[in-house]
């Protein structure tokens, strides 16, 4: 009976494996688990030379080493500022007299939005969108905030105005501004947006071309609304309105106390005029149109003979146009 072969034992074969030198099968000797013990010591050399010339580098040449690299190696993605020179203050006081269809309320809109932003406080009025009106301007209109120990910042709605009881409560520094446009296109923006048919029993398109009684145009919707409204706006008496010298000096009154009479028909650049003015970023003053009608309920008033007729009516606010696009 064949001899059933022994199986070898772990431990011998464990120190076989483990033993640093054992011969093949033809004799060769190899090594076996040991790792090549020269070149760990070569490793361990280097890094201990590493480590001490680190420790002896000097700190500012690390710095320029980072700084090469920064600027090199891994250059920046942010851009340069727009105007590196530029050391203005944004300007946060600011009183925007708030015109009728003049796309004011576009413009309402930026101050409304940059105002929120930065935690400023808005002159409200108690109810509705008027502060006054026809009323001029007064602080008795408005809340007083300084019994909390805040100030007014920005002046938006619509009111009269009144300059020097504005400043009253104003900061020093506090800018105005206000925006103006084409009488004719204004007065046939507020025949349809107050439907004034109504009031004068007229419709737009024969304005001027039946006889009226004497004053018949100067009547004003609500005692707000009508004729020459730009400048009724704006403050000026409605009675001097046929005084050529008093609407003359009015306008130059109202050029001398505004910082910037922006232009409806030029509102590119009199956005960036007012990005300067107030020295704010460009997303600041980007502008969304509110309150515009569409194009085709408007009229064309230029391309008939209705254009000379109104602006004879409102001959007293051509004046205030000719004068802001000017200057």
Request: overall charge positive.
């Amino acid at each position: 009976m064949e001899k059933q072969k022994r199986k070898p034992r772990w431990s011998k074969l464990r120190r076989k494996i483990t033993h640093p030198l054992h011969k093949g099968s033809e004799g060769n000797v190899h090594k076996v688990g040991v790792p090549n013990r020269s070149f760990s010591l070569v490793s361990v050399i280097f890094c201990a030379a590493f480590v001490v010339y680190v420790i002896q580098y000097d700190e500012t040449d690390i710095h320029s080493v980072r700084r090469i690299l920064s600027e090199d190696t891994f250059p920046s993605t942010e851009e340069p500022p727009e105007n590196p020179t530029n050391s203005c203050t944004p300007r946060h006081n600011i009183v925007f007299l708030k015109t009728h269809k003049c796309a004011s309320s576009s413009i309402q809109n930026i101050f409304n939005r940059y105002g929120y932003r930065h935690g400023l406080t808005f002159v409200l009025p108690a109810k509705g969108s008027y502060i006054g009106h026809p009323e001029p301007f007064n602080w008795s209109m408005v809340p007083d905030v300084r019994k909390f120990g805040l100030h007014y910042n920005i002046l938006t709605h619509h009111c009269r105005l009144n300059y020097d009881e504005m400043r009253r409560n104003l900061p020093d520094n506090v800018v105005f501004i206000t925006i103006v446009r084409n009488p004719v296109e204004l007065y046939e923006s507020l025949f349809s947006f107050y439907s004034l048919h109504r009031f004068y029993k007229e419709r737009f398109d024969t304005l001027g071309k039946h006889q009226k009684p004497p004053g018949f145009y100067e009547k004003r919707m609500g005692g707000k609304i009508g004729f020459n409204q730009m400048l009724f706006d704006l403050g000026m008496d409605d009675k001097a309105f046929g005084n050529t010298s008093a609407v003359m000096d009015y306008v130059r009154f109202i050029d001398s106390v505004f910082d910037l009479v922006m232009v409806r028909e030029r509102m590119d650049e009199s956005l960036v005029l007012l990005k300067e003015l107030l020295c704010w970023d460009i997303d600041d003053v980007i502008i969304f149109h509110l309150n515009a009608r569409n194009e085709r309920f408007k009229r064309k008033t230029k391309q008939n003979d209705l254009y000379p007729k109104t602006c004879e009516i409102q001959k007293v606010a051509m004046s205030l146009l000719k004068f802001s696009t000017a200057t």
